[in-house]
């Protein structure tokens, strides 16, 4: 019996197809300035990684996080050095492959809410941390030089008597955790009633273009998979080339 390949044509062609989306909706990003703080931008690219990620499995999951971080570095750039870019990458992989992994093993109903439920509180829990120890000191070091007063300036809409001493607690609690769970409730009441759809639609696609039987198919898997190497390593040689040479 014929060993069935990962990365057939069809997987290469979703992940690609749901990590560009996924880019684009995170480039589509804007901030609810009214509830959080103003840099905490609110997109709906969650909802791609949820659906590829049921449809196609938590280790596709975690490829399609890294095509959007780089579809969103090459199509507006960083502006935080990368630290903001390598936090979203941290929170989607914390969803995607808990959710994944527990869903691989529990097809059911039940099984796709527990995924959810869990890769949801998996990322939120990221969020918070990525935000207490990478971003925020991040911010407060190196972009405004050790300086609380303009972080706390662009926090005091939200909380006018917010101080120093006083601002992780207010922040985490009371806009990092409530904006992330919002973030994954959306995407998730998106993502629940059409992956099932999503997923039948792929598995057909796979019947017509990868069959198990086809003459040349490992060699043409070989291919395709060289191929969406090299495409990456191609997004990652003009990212690089963007920002140490162009700019």
């Known amino acids: 019996m014929e060993r069935k390949q990962y990365f057939n044509s069809t997987r290469i062609v979703m992940i690609a197809l749901f990590g560009t989306l996924a880019g684009l909706l995170h480039i589509a990003k804007f901030p ?4 959080f703080a103003s840099w905490l931008e609110f997109d709906l690219s969650d909802i791609a990684l949820f659906i590829g990620t049921f449809a196609l499995g938590s ?4 490829i399609i996080v890294v095509v959007k971080i780089l579809v969103k570095l090459l199509c507006t750039g960083t502006s935080s050095m990368f630290v903001g870019d390598l936090a979203n990458l941290l929170v989607g992989w914390a969803f ?3 959710a994944g992994l ?8 039940k099984g796709a809410l527990a995924a959810l439920a869990v890769g949801s509180v998996s990322s939120v829990a990221v969020a918070m941390l990525a935000n207490r120890f990478l971003l925020i000191p991040f911010y407060i070091n190196v972009m405004f030089g050790g300086d609380w007063q303009p972080l706390l300036g ?4 939200l909380f ?16 990092v955790l409530p904006f992330n769970v919002l973030r994954c409730l959306v995407a998730g009441a998106v993502c629940f009633p059409v992956y099932k759809h999503i997923s039948r639609l792929i598995e057909r696609l796979n019947r017509k273009l990868a069959p198990k039987e ?7 898997d070989l291919v395709l998979l060289l191929l969406g190497i090299g495409v990456a390593l191609t997004v990652v040689l003009f990212v690089l080339l963007r920002f140490f040479l162009w700019d």
């Open 32 to 35: 609810l300035s009214f509830a």
């Open 59 to 62: 280790f596709s999951g975690s």
């Open 96 to 98: 995607v492959i808990p």
């Open 102 to 109: 527990l869903y691989r093993h529990h097809r059911t109903l």
């Open 154 to 157: 662009m926090f005091s809409p």
């Open 160 to 175: 006018p008597n917010v101080t120093r001493e006083s601002f992780y607690n207010l922040y985490l609690w009371a806009s």
């Open 214 to 220: 086809e003459a040349g198919g490992k060699k043409r």
